[in-house]
Each structure stands twice: as C-alpha cells, then as structure tokens.
C-alpha cells in the first residue's frame, strides 16, 4: 500500500512546476489560509441563508454541526498525532514543492481532516451547500499532494477522521440542537439574529 502511495504521490507531483498558472492556483488551495477562510465565509452565509424559518434552521444546524465537526475532528488527529508521526514527502525524496515545509506530521492530513469535517457537517443537513464544500476540500487535499506536502494516503486519512467527526456530531442530534437553540435565544436576546 504505501508503495502504491509513493507512486501516486510521484505522478501527482511531478506536474508541479510545469505551469506557472496551475502552480498559482495550488499554492492558493494549499495555503493554510484561503481554504479554511473561504470555509468560514460560506458558514457565515449559511448562518443567515434560508427562505423559511424551517430552512434557517436546517442551515443552522449544519453550520453548528460543521463547526463541533472541527473541533473534535482536531481533537482526534492531535491524538492521532500523538500515537503515529509520518514523515512529509520531502523529508525522504525530492519533490517538486510548492508551499514552506511544515514539521509536523504528515498522516494523517490537518488540511484533509479539517474540510471535510466541515463539509460532511454541512452535508448531513443541507445537501446542496455540503457537495460544495465537499468540492472545495476535495481541491484542498488534492493541492496539497501536487504541491509536495502530503501523501495521498494523508489526505485519506484526513477524509476518513473528518467525516468520522461529522458523522459522530451527527449522531448526537439532541446536543446539537440544545446547543442552537442557546445560540439562537442569546442571539434574539442581544439583537443579532
């Protein structure tokens, strides 16, 4: 398996570098910042996106589900982390790298675990908006092998721990819902909603 991670990761890299316009668009997908804000934005959007009460809410909820969904997806790659650490790509082979060389532990991927996570919680609730974000994670995880800091089986595994996470906050239906009903009523309380 981690021959055939090897492989890919090669095939996918060795297209960086080849064009500056492709280059331009990784570095801007692999960044740590552009994905993860443009995330933001969209749950900022959904917060407040809905022609009916019943479809606020709906988008409500995926936004507070999309958000626990982070949390403890961090919480659990940080234990991850702590039991397993996988050297980057460009610490045993020459790649192509287009982005700074992080320290950290390659497997499973943050980027990976942390958009899908949020796109997973949005997609348990709203299809739509969730395909979306799926797509632009998905674009995320695979800018971040074609710019020489992931493996593929890195971003698997971040996809796995991301969706795990979504799926558990989805489970807990009855948390989820105490905790936006609060928000909601702070909201009116202070005027914001």
């Known amino acids: 398996m981690l021959t055939f991670d090897y492989w890919l990761f090669t095939i996918i890299n060795s297209y960086a570098g080849q064009w500056d316009w492709l280059d331009g668009i990784a570095r801007l997908f692999l960044n740590d910042y552009f994905v993860p804000t443009l995330m933001a934005i969209i749950l900022l959007v959904l917060w407040f996106e809905g022609a009916s009460h019943s479809q606020q809410q709906r988008n409500r909820r995926a936004v507070l589900a999309a958000t626990l969904g982070t949390l403890l997806g961090n919480m659990l790659l940080k234990i991850v982390n702590l039991l397993y650490f996988r050297p980057r790509p460009f610490a045993g082979q020459a790649v192509n790298l287009l982005f700074y060389q992080p320290t950290d532990s390659s497997f499973p991927s943050n980027a990976a675990t942390i958009g899908f996570a949020i796109a997973a919680g949005v997609w348990f609730h709203n299809r739509s908006w969730g395909f979306g974000l799926f797509f632009i994670a998905g674009l995320f995880g695979l800018s971040r092998i074609f710019g020489g800091v992931h493996f593929p ?38 005027s914001l909603s």
């Open 153 to 190: 089986l890195d971003i698997v595994g971040g996809v796995g721990l991301g969706c795990l996470a979504a799926w558990l906050v989805y489970r807990q239906e009855k948390l989820v819902d105490t905790l936006l009903t609060a928000i909601v009523t702070l909201a009116s309380k202070l």
